[in-house]
């Protein structure tokens, strides 16, 4: 009479050994941007940098190799996405050159209440488009290089809410002479007619700035590489959470480590805990917090 209850009782646990199996591996397929230990966030730290990978390449830089926390699903569409850069780049580009102003108008929630941070200020151009939309309560803007420093200081000195710091940043602080492009002016470009940079480690910008203790509503980067490190730091440590909206421009320059794949590498992470708002892709793009 015990032989039926023993059969159903070991029928319900290779049953359930069974169904747990299979929720395992279906759930590594459909959740594929998950991280998983050691690299998921930890509630208890701001920077957990030492748990993933950091490697340099051949020009002396260092990046964060994000491709070693990749699920099967995600690495293959990294690979595409790489495959497919001489096709999507141009693409890209002709898009930005036709819907620019996206750049600011879809940014209508930022006010007076909102904190802001621009990295690469440039001549002004973007704050100037920021400021006279929004007038966002306190938006900071980091320009390194001392010409062009100048020129935003006399250019918004009657703006209070504009607060400058002539610096740049990057993965460790540091002085740096850098070159001069056509555009702009990185510590990537080397040349005879460069000008000396002040670098500041990002994780000592957040710390300046406290962003463990506020949202920041929005980040725009066109620092003409800075864009990296930068990203690198928010999506290996929770700093990503208190990052509302992130839009940047990506730059190639050659001695950047591996730019295209980096690239690729953002989409599947900052899909995580963002939506695209735009993308002109391997140009400008935009990501909101969901």
């Known amino acids: 009479m015990r032989r039926p209850v023993v059969l159903v009782l070991c029928g319900g646990a290779i049953c359930t050994f069974y169904l747990l199996y299979n929720l395992k591996h ?5 959740n594929s941007l998950m991280l998983t230990p050691p690299f998921a966030v930890q509630s208890n730290t701001r920077n957990y940098l030492s748990q993933l990978p950091r490697k340099t390449c051949s020009s002396n830089q260092t990046y964060i190799d994000f491709g070693a926390i990749l699920n099967k699903l995600q690495t293959e569409r990294v690979a595409k ?13 002709q898009k930005d050159g036709i ?8 940014h209508a929630y930022l006010n007076s209440s909102s904190f802001m941070i621009e990295a690469g200020g440039h001549l002004g151009h973007d704050i100037s488009e920021f400021n006279s939309r929004y007038h966002p309560g306190h938006y900071v803007v980091l320009e390194p290089v001392g010409n062009f420093f100048n020129v935003l200081r ?39 007619d460069g000008f000396v940079l002040k670098i500041v480690a990002v994780s000592k910008l957040f710390e300046k700035l406290k962003v463990a203790e506020k949202k920041v ?24 959470h208190q990052f509302r909206n992130i839009q940047y421009q990506s730059h190639r320059v050659p001695e950047i480590c591996f730019p295209v794949k980096r690239f690729c590498w953002y989409q599947e992470l900052l899909a995580k805990t963002h939506k695209l708002v735009f993308q002109h892709k391997f140009t400008w793009e935009s990501w909101t917090q969901t």
């Open 217 to 240: 509503d929005l980040v725009t980067l066109n620092c003409e590489g800075c864009e990296y490190a930068f990203l690198d730091f928010l999506l290996s440590t929770d700093y990503i």
């Open 81 to 93: 996405c790489v495959a497919n850069y001489d096709i999507d780049a141009p693409k890209g580009l």
């Open 26 to 30: 279906d759930n590594s397929d459909r």
């Open 99 to 106: 819907y620019r102003p996206i750049r600011y108008t879809s």
């Open 154 to 192: 006399e250019k918004f000195k009657d703006s209070p809410n504009i607060v400058l710091y002539n610096f740049g940043v990057d993965v460790n602080d540091g002085v740096f002479q850098a070159g001069q492009g056509n555009d702009g002016t990185s510590i990537y470009k080397k040349g005879k």
